[in-house]
């Protein structure tokens, strides 16, 4: 099976490109296989290219250092999608932010000079990446409105409606971290169900 199939499929559900854009992005992406817990993306880390992941899932932590070190999860990567660096889209600025597998994952990679050379090359290239942009955004705004309006139940149910295979495979403190709550409080939910 061609391990690219998923990932041109996630592509055409935005847009129809060309058969010669699919034939770069063959001749440019590369498959990598990790470990879980994998740091993908390191804090001071700058603008390296794309991901996308076959198989696996990643998670966005901040870290504060306030009187203690204190990794806070604001966002999760899923299956059949790609990772955008949200603080590292302004290519001369370090990341704030990192990129941790929560499992052993199967991803593609788009290096920065292979992404430079889309855009260079293909008029498609733009309207798709916007395309994608935006359902991301979409996807972050809906997440703010249900930390800003739900309660913390409600938000674990949401949890469990759209990605219940996460509180399988990471530790409770990441979906807490998450959902805006703490672990007492999603411990609290998960033992009255």
């Not at 991803?107 to 008029?123: D, I, K, M, Q, Y």
């Not at 942009?133 to 409606?161: D, F, G, K």
């Amino acid at each position: 099976m061609d391990n690219l199939q998923p990932f041109f499929r996630y592509l055409f559900q935005f847009k129809t490109i060309p058969n010669d854009m699919v034939d770069f992005l063959r001749a440019s992406i590369r498959i990598h296989h990790y470990p879980k817990n994998h740091e993908l993306i390191k804090i001071g880390q700058y603008h390296t290219g794309l991901f996308y992941i076959l198989s696996g899932s990643a998670r966005v932590c901040t870290i504060s250092d306030g009187e203690e070190i204190v990794e806070k999860t604001f966002w999760f990567w899923h299956p059949n999608e790609i990772i955008i660096p949200f603080d590292i889209m302004d290519r001369d600025h370090p990341t704030t932010t990192k990129v941790v597998l929560n499992e052993s994952s199967t991803l593609l990679s788009l290096p920065l000079v292979h992404l430079n050379e889309l855009h260079r090359l293909f008029t498609e290239y733009t309207p798709l990446a916007s395309s994608i942009l935006q359902q991301v955004i979409v996807n972050l705004s809906n997440h703010i409105q249900n930390l800003s309006h739900l309660c913390a139940e409600e938000r674990y149910n949401h949890l469990l409606a759209t990605h219940p295979y996460l509180l399988n495979i990471i530790h409770l403190k990441y979906i807490a971290s998450f959902l805006g709550m703490s672990l007492n409080t999603l411990n609290h939910i998960r033992a009255i169900r």
